[in-house]
């Protein structure tokens, strides 16, 4: 089976697609797994290169990863949410030196470094903050510069020849984000299931949450969150992303579907159905 994943190595996402791999096939093959960023990954599958992508989708810290969900709504036609996998998160701040005086910047992954503020406000409350694309990227930029530090995994920080700062550098102990593992079609129903939902209304009308909500509620469909992003084509204006217990085969779901579908058309706009999948319980 072919992974891709957030790049480059060393990422929690190589880690989730690791666990992913082993579910699927027994054995963890780090050498089939290979390294795009979130877009790529997609184009990836959606172009029969690769037969799974594992991207970050919720950490439960700093919630949702916006470009996973922006990213999947854009190839909601062709790529779907097949699985979902957990991983313990342990940050540690990691530099070339190990030397916290020599720091000067701070490099990790936006939600990386919201997931350390506090403890970058307390310790290092002078010192920049750098974004990069993942936890490993910023490793590996810290191998270049004896200024910068990154926030990363002690894995990634050992695996980049960093010494270490701190460890538990993250605000909060027992994080865990959670991943999707996305595919040409999503998974068929386990008993078990999630289905991911978007919704764009194509203007703006008093009460439109609340239908759909009321339009779920009637079926006895249970959300389990309700997310916002915005709409890149027009400004200020958004799309609606509701995860929900169920799969999208099961009968109340596909009867709230079609009067959803009616009430956003009204309006000339659209719902997407991103993926069904099985719900994996977190291990903290």
């Known amino acids: 089976m ?4 957030l790049g480059p190595k060393g990422t929690y996402s190589e880690e989730a697609a690791l666990l992913y791999q082993e579910q699927i096939t027994g054995q963890a093959r780090p050498e089939e797994i290979k390294f795009f960023n979130i877009h790529q990954c997609l184009l990836e599958v959606e172009s029969f290169r690769a037969d799974r992508a594992v991207l970050p989708a919720e950490n439960m810290v700093d919630g949702i990863i916006g470009l996973t969900f922006d990213t999947l709504i854009e190839y909601h036609d062709f790529v779907k949410v097949c699985d979902e996998v957990h991983v313990e998160i342990n940050h540690v ?3 070339k030196t190990g030397d916290p005086a020599k720091i000067r910047k701070i490099l990790s992954h936006p939600s990386a470094l919201n997931q350390c503020a506090r403890q970058l406000a307390t310790e290092f409350p002078e010192i920049p903050q750098i974004h990069v ?12 510069d004896e200024e910068g530090a990154a926030i990363c995994s002690p894995h990634t920080a050992a695996e980049y020849g960093l010494q270490l700062i701190k460890a538990n550098f993250a605000d909060y ?4 984000t959670r991943f999707f593992v996305c595919a040409l079609t999503d ?13 764009r209304f194509g203007e703006n009308r008093p009460g439109q949450l609340h239908k759909i909500t009321g339009i779920l509620a009637e079926e006895d469909i ?8 915005p709409y890149k084509i027009r400004p200020q204006q958004y799309v609606l992303i509701f995860e929900m217990i169920g799969h999208k085969s099961d009968p109340g779901l596909k009867k709230a579907f079609l009067q959803i579908e009616q009430v956003v058309r009204e309006t000339e706009g659209w719902k997407k159905v ?7 319980e977190r291990k903290l």
């Open 173 to 176: 102990p027992n994080n865990v």
């Open 222 to 229: 249970d959300l389990t969150f309700i997310q916002s992003r």
């Open 133 to 144: 694309l993942s936890t490993a990227e910023a490793a590996r930029y810290a191998t270049e």
């Open 187 to 199: 998974s068929p129903p386990t008993g078990n299931d999630r289905t991911l939902l978007a919704v």
């Open 274 to 280: 991103l993926g069904s999948y099985p719900h994996r």
């Open 2 to 5: 072919k992974i891709v994943t």
């Open 93 to 95: 701040l990691a530099s």
